[in-house]
């Protein structure tokens, strides 16, 4: 069964683009949730949807963050414009049910230069 | 407000030692869930173990065993006979309803 899959891997922009970054969790899973993975910061959950429904925002660092859930097979999280400090792993990650473990993509690493 | 302490920053001993790495979370719901993972190198995120609230049960899978205590709020991960692959970050989480929240990780160094 394929797992949570995230794209890009890899990311290198210029302070100020607009970075997409993309998941599809794995089919079936109603709870999707992305995390930032900074050294300073260790895991920091930013947003979670359960079928499809954005519940909690509150770790959004700012407006410049944005994620959108348009089915239940695809999320997206926005940052426009970027910055360097933005520079960070960014983990997709899903479970089934309240109970369920997370599953994690292999998450997408950003550079802003 | 829901909380993970995992005290230990890094961790380092020498093959076929045991180690113990030390959760402490703090919640104040009755039903919660508690987790391990594992991020080794390669960067990935790898589910270990689960344990609700209601079940104080030790768990041992191969090397790896796990003590819930809910009198003293911990749930501590223990590897037996270490070995050089164990080598990684070790998060425990804490999920209460929905919110799922992770420790800061112990980096566990396993040398040969």
């Known amino acids: 069964d394929a797992g949570v899959i995230q794209s890009p891997r890899h990311e290198v922009t210029e302070m100020g683009q607009e970075v997409t970054l993309r998941c599809k969790p794995i089919s079936g899973h109603d709870y999707l949730f992305w995390y930032r993975q900074t050294m300073m910061r260790g895991l920091e959950l930013l947003i979670y949807f359960n079928n499809n429904v954005p519940i909690d925002d509150s770790g959004m660092p700012e407006d410049r963050f944005s994620a959108k859930m348009p089915n239940a097979s695809f999320s997206t999280l926005k940052i426009q414009p970027s910055e360097p400090r933005d520079s960070a792993v960014y983990f997709c990650?899903?479970?089934?049910?309240?109970?369920?473990?997370?599953?994690f993509g292999e998450g997408s690493r950003l550079t802003v230069l | 407000a829901q909380k993970v302490t995992q005290a230990q920053t890094e961790i380092s001993v020498v093959e076929k030692e045991d180690v113990t790495l030390d959760c402490v979370y703090e919640t104040r719901d009755t039903t919660y869930y508690l987790f391990w993972y594992k991020q080794p190198p390669s960067g990935e995120l790898v589910f270990l173990i689960r344990r609700n609230s209601f079940d104080e049960q030790n768990e041992i899978s191969g090397r790896y065993s796990w003590n819930f205590q809910k009198s003293t709020s911990s749930f501590n991960f223990t590897i037996t006979a270490s070995q050089v692959v164990d080598s990684a970050v070790y998060f425990c989480?804490?999920?209460?309803?929905?919110?799922?929240?992770f420790g800061t990780g112990t980096r566990l160094k396993v040398l040969a």
């Open positions: 989480a804490l999920r209460e309803t929905y919110k799922y929240i």
């Open positions: 990650a899903s479970s089934l049910g309240v109970t369920g473990e997370l599953f």
